[in-house]
């Protein structure tokens, strides 16, 4: 099993309302998971959001608390409801309806990595499953809350910046002939999960830093956003992707020659977003 569930990490100043999580990047395959897996060390870290933890974590020098999953997303799927149980995976689940992310194998407790790769030989039992949700998706969902909690309680609004990437052909769909295709793509499920100032502010940030910026597509936000976004209580929340070719080679997983550019050039968009609903008299961290 991964060692830990999540890792925080605290500003020693809490100035501002704003959590960034990563909870894709996990990357904590154990001998016993690879022992289940079909795939090799390469392949099951496909659909993994490789070093997006490295591109957000300078977020606590700018007030900002930081939460990064330990688990691995296809070990467990932290931006999946607990219920996403796959039927066609885990025994004992009867099927309800439909659902286009457990049918494709997306599930909480994932069947599949990128291109639908199946990650196991057969089926595991539901107690396995259930052992992961207690272990992993709960423990990072209860500190998360508490975080956003804890920022509205101090800031009267909290702002959840939810980091992901995603592959480059995935804006093969949306990029018109001419124009240069988008590196990030905001998603506040067309907005009811954040104001439209907070966006504003959020897009603003990335042109600012040269980045070519659309919203909701294809990318509209998926779990987290639909469940930490209620913007009439002041709980914003906005999922963030970004074009893995701009700082990795896909094929390897490995960074490439301009990750440092693109983590400098981040450091100035958290630096700005941080600064959303920032008190005027800084906070000392518990």
């Not at 392949?43 to 606590?60: K, N, Q, W």
């Not at 990072?140 to 480059?168: E, F, K």
């Not at 070519?212 to 976004?229: E, K, L």
Request: glycine residues 8%; hydrophobic residues 40%; aromatic residues 8%.
């Amino acid at each position: 099993m991964p060692a830990a569930a999540f890792d925080v990490s605290l500003p020693a100043t809490a100035s501002s309302c704003v959590v960034f999580a990563s909870p894709h990047s996990g990357r904590d395959y154990t001998w016993s998971f690879m022992r289940k897996t079909v795939l090799n060390e390469h392949a099951i870290r496909s659909s993994e959001d490789a070093f997006v933890d490295e591109l957000f974590e300078c977020a606590p020098q700018y007030g900002a608390a930081f939460i990064k999953a330990g688990a691995p997303r296809a070990y467990v799927d932290l931006n999946r409801a607990r219920d996403e149980l796959d039927p066609a995976l885990i025994e004992g689940v009867r099927r309800v309806g439909h659902n286009p992310r457990v049918a494709s194998g997306l599930g909480v407790i994932p069947r599949v990595v990128a291109n639908g790769r199946a990650i196991y030989r057969g089926k595991m039992t539901l107690h396995e499953a259930q052992e992961r949700i207690s272990q992993y998706w709960e423990p990072y969902h209860d500190r998360l809350q508490a975080l956003l909690d804890t920022a509205h309680t101090r800031h009267g609004q909290t702002v959840l910046i939810d980091c992901h990437s995603m592959p480059h052909e995935a804006m093969d769909g949306v990029a018109r002939a001419g124009v240069r295709r988008p590196d990030v793509v905001l998603g506040d499920r067309f907005g009811a999960a954040a104001s439209g100032d907070v966006v504003d502010r959020i897009e603003a940030a990335f042109g600012d830093a040269g980045f070519i910026v659309t919203r909701n597509s294809p990318f509209a936000g998926a779990y987290i956003t639909q469940a930490y976004g209620k913007p009439k209580i002041g709980q914003h929340a906005v999922q963030v992707e970004i074009d893995r070719s701009l700082y990795m080679n896909e094929q390897l997983i490995r960074p490439n020659g301009d990750f440092e550019a693109v983590q400098k050039a981040l450091r100035e968009v958290i630096k700005e977003v941080a600064l959303i609903g920032q008190s005027r008299i800084p906070l000392a961290a518990e």
